[in-house]
């Protein structure tokens, strides 16, 4: 039997379903992946990957950081680095999460964050640095990393929506064996470096965190004077995720720049070189394992 077609179905303009259900998917959308202003530009921005999960993915990267190289084991060290490193995350932009320090026990010369705010700097970059405003220099350039969510905007870009609400679910479960392939992805990030501009606006957070945060900024273009000059020696010896992008020589304009920029001539300023040799004088020896 057929049904005699009616005119019961008024007719209904297709923009009116496009609308309708256009604004119902965005809603969803927003809803599934957030929307914040950024914690520096304060433009907003959609992310997919929540401040939750970012720190439960920064948290197995870091585990996975500590297993490779070890803790290197001087409970005075750690609390001489976190007491800098806290003062200078307090002056971020970002302070809804919880920052750590960590000196990992390698003669790497080398510092990098995980997402979330799992900061870490070698003992062999301890050993080359002469003071504490130079330390901070570097703790604040990784805090940098970590207040631009420049790991978090990598893994949204490079695994994409569906992903990341697999993501989701794995975090969810506290599936880590599933979480692998994230946090290898976040861990060679880590250690070969960011783009070019990520790494100068970490510089940029540098510069800004550290006379916040009462210290002379010049520490950190002390800093890369230092790697231009280690530069020059056989790489062997110094691998480091500061070497080859962008080029030392062009992050040192762009500091000199910022720091033309802040005016910070006459103001009281540490740099605090008695204490941080107090707290590193036991490191040892570049290639020493132990
Ligand atoms: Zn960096």
Known sequence: MRFKE???MKKVPVTFFVKKYLSLFLVVFVFLVGCAAHPVTGKREIRLVSTKQEVDLGKATAQQVVNEFGIYDDPKLHEYINEVGQKLANVSERKEITYSFTVLNTPMVNAFAAPGGFIFVTRG?????????QLAGVMAHEIGHVVWRHGAKRLEKAFGYSAIVLLGEILTKKDLSQLRQ???FLFSLMLLGYSRKNEFEADNAGVRYSLAGGYDPRGIADF????KAMEKKPPSKFET???SHPPTGDRIERVEL???QVEFEGAELVRNEEKFKKFTQ??????SQK
């Open 224 to 227: 890369f004077e230092k790697l």
């Open 258 to 260: 910022y720091l033309e």
């Open 241 to 243: 995720l500061f070497r």
């Open 6 to 8: 009616g005119n019961s």
């Open 125 to 133: 970059i301890l050993k080359e640095l002469d003071d504490e405003a």
């Open 182 to 184: 994230y946090t290898n």
């Open 282 to 287: 036991n490191l040892p020896a570049e290639e």
